[in-house]
Each structure stands twice: as structure tokens, then as C-alpha cells.
């Protein structure tokens, strides 16, 4: 099992050269992740492949498992905008939902070096926060826990969103992750997994239907979602 550095944060960018490094060490490691999967992967191979030294990467990246966390930060990051907001608000989220699962289990080694990853990041990140000494880590949860739910509400069409808009999705966001994580572990194949986030956006945003009949009967100017 990969080990997670205790004592390092991920390393920050901020110049234009550092931001190439950065996308250059993701798009090998993307690359050899999806040919080798996690345990397979080595950092040296990374590095030597993205152009940069291995103490470069891990300056960048203590651990693969920080590595292929951002991996996935950097996957949620690029997904397309919708380009039309949907007369239905859970058709557009689940439309956006299909289309993120099926383009991260093009490559089933890769997804599941990432999922595996954000895992081990985020109970690092909470044992850190519970941590009686008051001492942290410095890991930071993925972006994609942020990036994920808002990208869901605009896929929804939902432009001012209410504290419980964003509750319901950050819960359909956790449902999806359980079942791309049976799906990489060979617990569902793609179309089982497909039919089963149609449904999970059927029960919990059930009521973003309610609401948009209802504001829809009342006129533009009164919906939260956008026309």
C-alpha cells in the first residue's frame, strides 16, 4: 500500500513555470496510472515521464496517494460546462453525473487509483482534525469534494441556491462515489452503475422537481433555478 507522508503538506504553486511542472507530473501520472494502476505505479517513472526531478514531484506530491488525488481534482476540474440549462433540474444533473462516470471508467485502473487515493486523503484529513496533540498533517481534503457539488447544481440549472440545495448535493455526490467505488471493485459493471445514479437522482433531489413545477406555475421571477 502506498504510505501517506505525516509530516508534509502538498507543495503550492504560483508561477507559470510551476503550473506547467504541476500539469505535466498529473498528465504522466494520469497516463501511467491508467496503463499500470496504483500499486504498480512508480514515482520515479512519473517524474522521469512528466520531465521533472524525483525530488521535484514529491515537493509537489509526498505521497501517491496525494498524487492521485489530485489526479481526480484535476478530472473534475476539465469536465465540460453544460452547454443549455435543462427544463428538468434532475435530468440535467443526472445527465452531467452519466457523463462523469462513464468518462472516469474509461480507464478502470486509473479510477480506481484515484478513488483509493481520496479515500486514504480524506480519513488522513480527518484523523488530523482529531487529533488531541492540536498537531495537523497539512493535508487538505480534495478539491473535488468542493468542486463536485457545485458542478451538480449547475448542471441543474440552480443559480442561487439554498443551504439545503447544497446539502442534497453534496449527498448525491457521496452516493455516486459509493457506486463508482463498487464499480472499480467489480461490484456493478458500468450499466448497473449508470441505472443506479439515475435513481439516486430520482430519490434525493426529488424535491429541486417539486420546487421547479412550482416556480415555474408562479413565473421567472420567482425560481431559484435558472430560464
Given at each position: 500500500?502506498?504510505?501517506?507522508?505525516?509530516?508534509?503538506?502538498?507543495?503550492?504553486?504560483?508561477?507559470?513555470?510551476?503550473?506547467?511542472?504541476?500539469?505535466?507530473?498529473?498528465?504522466?501520472?494520469?497516463?501511467?496510472?491508467?496503463?499500470?494502476?496504483?500499486?504498480?505505479?512508480?514515482?520515479?517513472?512519473v517524474a522521469q515521464s512528466a520531465g521533472v526531478a524525483?525530488?521535484?514531484?514529491?515537493?509537489?506530491?509526498?505521497?501517491?496517494?496525494?498524487?492521485?488525488?489530485?489526479?481526480?481534482?484535476?478530472?473534475?476540474?476539465?469536465?465540460?460546462?453544460?452547454?443549455?440549462?435543462?427544463?428538468?433540474?434532475?435530468?440535467?444533473?443526472?445527465?452531467?453525473?452519466?457523463?462523469?462516470?462513464?468518462?472516469?471508467?474509461?480507464?478502470?485502473?486509473?479510477?480506481?487509483?484515484?478513488?483509493?487515493?481520496?479515500?486514504?486523503?480524506?480519513?488522513?484529513?480527518?484523523?488530523?482534525?482529531?487529533?488531541?496533540?492540536?498537531?495537523?498533517?497539512?493535508?487538505?481534503?480534495?478539491?473535488?469534494?468542493?468542486?463536485?457539488?457545485?458542478?451538480?447544481?449547475?448542471?441543474?440549472?440552480?443559480?442561487?441556491?439554498?443551504?439545503?440545495?447544497?446539502?442534497?448535493?453534496?449527498?448525491?455526490?457521496?452516493?455516486?462515489?459509493?457506486?463508482?467505488?463498487?464499480?472499480?471493485?467489480?461490484?456493478?459493471?458500468?450499466?448497473?452503475?449508470?441505472?443506479?445514479?439515475?435513481?439516486?437522482?430520482?430519490?434525493?433531489?426529488?424535491?429541486?422537481?417539486?420546487?421547479?413545477?412550482?416556480?415555474?406555475?408562479?413565473?421567472?421571477?420567482?425560481?431559484?433555478?435558472?430560464?
Amino acid at each position: 500500500m502506498p504510505r501517506i507522508s505525516q509530516d508534509r503538506a502538498v507543495g503550492r504553486v504560483s508561477t507559470a513555470r510551476q503550473l506547467e511542472r504541476q500539469r505535466a507530473i498529473l498528465v504522466a501520472a494520469a497516463r501511467i496510472g491508467a496503463r499500470h494502476g496504483l500499486e504498480r505505479v512508480q514515482m520515479s517513472e512519473v517524474a522521469q515521464s512528466a520531465g521533472v526531478a524525483l525530488g521535484t514531484l514529491y515537493r509537489y506530491y509526498p505521497s501517491k496517494h496525494h498524487l492521485f488525488a489530485a489526479v481526480l481534482d484535476d478530472a473534475v476540474r476539465e469536465l465540460p460546462s453544460v452547454a443549455t440549462v435543462p427544463e428538468d433540474p434532475i435530468k440535467g444533473a443526472a445527465d452531467f453525473l452519466r457523463r462523469t462516470v462513464g468518462e472516469l471508467l474509461r480507464h478502470p485502473l486509473l479510477a480506481r487509483a484515484m478513488l483509493l487515493s481520496v479515500n486514504a486523503i480524506r480519513a488522513q484529513d480527518g484523523s488530523a482534525a482529531q487529533d488531541p496533540s492540536g498537531k495537523s498533517s497539512g493535508t487538505v481534503a480534495p478539491e473535488a469534494d468542493q468542486i463536485m457539488p457545485a458542478r451538480i447544481l449547475a448542471a441543474a440549472g440552480i443559480v442561487a441556491p439554498s443551504a439545503e440545495d447544497h446539502r442534497l448535493a453534496r449527498l448525491l455526490e457521496q452516493c455516486v462515489y459509493g457506486i463508482l467505488t463498487w464499480t472499480v471493485a467489480g461490484r456493478l459493471d458500468p450499466g448497473q452503475a449508470v441505472a443506479d445514479i439515475d435513481r439516486a437522482c430520482e430519490l434525493l433531489l426529488a424535491p429541486w422537481s417539486r420546487l421547479a413545477a412550482a416556480d415555474a406555475a408562479r413565473g421567472p421571477a420567482a425560481t431559484g433555478f435558472q430560464d
